[in-house]
Each structure stands twice: as structure tokens, then as C-alpha cells.
């Protein structure tokens, strides 16, 4: 199963930006999508954006123009570029990696990066 780690949250004020990096332990280019996904306290997860292995990519509605998600197949890494943070962005980001094995398709997970925008 492909692993994924994420690295590159914190805490920024209002206005700022992050970048979100997601390492996957096997080649991207055979994961049919990567995607970022967030999730508030009390909230359900959501998707925030996603980039399949063509590069075709997709954004949620609220970070259209503000975020980025690019994918380096070299480094097996996936980015999210954050710029003009607002306060409700705060959530635990997650990567999520889409593919099949054996003709199975599967779903895996990083840990989560906690992102905080305060002034």
C-alpha cells in the first residue's frame, strides 16, 4: 500500500502562505489521483484539491485563485501551494493517494498536517 507522509503545516496570520508537501512512498505516476482534503473539528472531510496522473486538477469552490496543487513525479511528492490564508482555511489537511493494485482500487491516507491561520 502506498504510504504518504505530509509535512509543511503551521501557523500564519491572515493573508499569508504555506506550502504542503505530500511524499509518497512509490511512483506518482502510477497513482491515478492525488488529493488534499481538509477537516475542521466537527466537520466531515473534505476536498480541497485534487491532480490526476495527466495533471488534469480540481479545486473546491472556497480556495479557487488562492491555492495550487502541483505534483513533482521525480521527488514522488504532491504540493499544495496556500496564498491569501483566511481564518477558515484552519483545519487538519490530509493527502489522499487513488489507485489500483491488481485491478483493485484502493485509497490511502497520510497522517495530517495541521494548518492554523490567526492573527
Known amino acids: 500500500q502506498v504510504q504518504l507522509v505530509e509535512s509543511g503545516g503551521g501557523l500564519v496570520q491572515p493573508g499569508g502562505s504555506l506550502r504542503l508537501s505530500c511524499a509518497a512512498s512509490?511512483?506518482?505516476?502510477?497513482?491515478?489521483?492525488m488529493g488534499w482534503y481538509r477537516q475542521c473539528p466537527g466537520k466531515q472531510r473534505e476536498l480541497v484539491a485534487s491532480?490526476?496522473?495527466?495533471?488534469?486538477?480540481n479545486y473546491a469552490d472556497p480556495v479557487k485563485g488562492r491555492f495550487t496543487i502541483s505534483r513533482d513525479n521525480a521527488k514522488n511528492t504532491v504540493y499544495l501551494q496556500m496564498n491569501s490564508l483566511k481564518p477558515e482555511d484552519t483545519a487538519v489537511y490530509y493527502c489522499?493517494?487513488?489507485?489500483?493494485?491488481?485491478?483493485?482500487?484502493?485509497?490511502?491516507w497520510g497522517q495530517g498536517t495541521q494548518v492554523t491561520v490567526s492573527s
Open positions: 491532480i490526476s496522473n495527466g495533471g488534469n486538477t
Open positions: 512509490e511512483r506518482i505516476f502510477s497513482i491515478n489521483v
Open positions: 489522499n493517494a487513488y489507485y489500483y493494485s491488481d485491478g483493485v482500487p484502493l485509497d490511502s
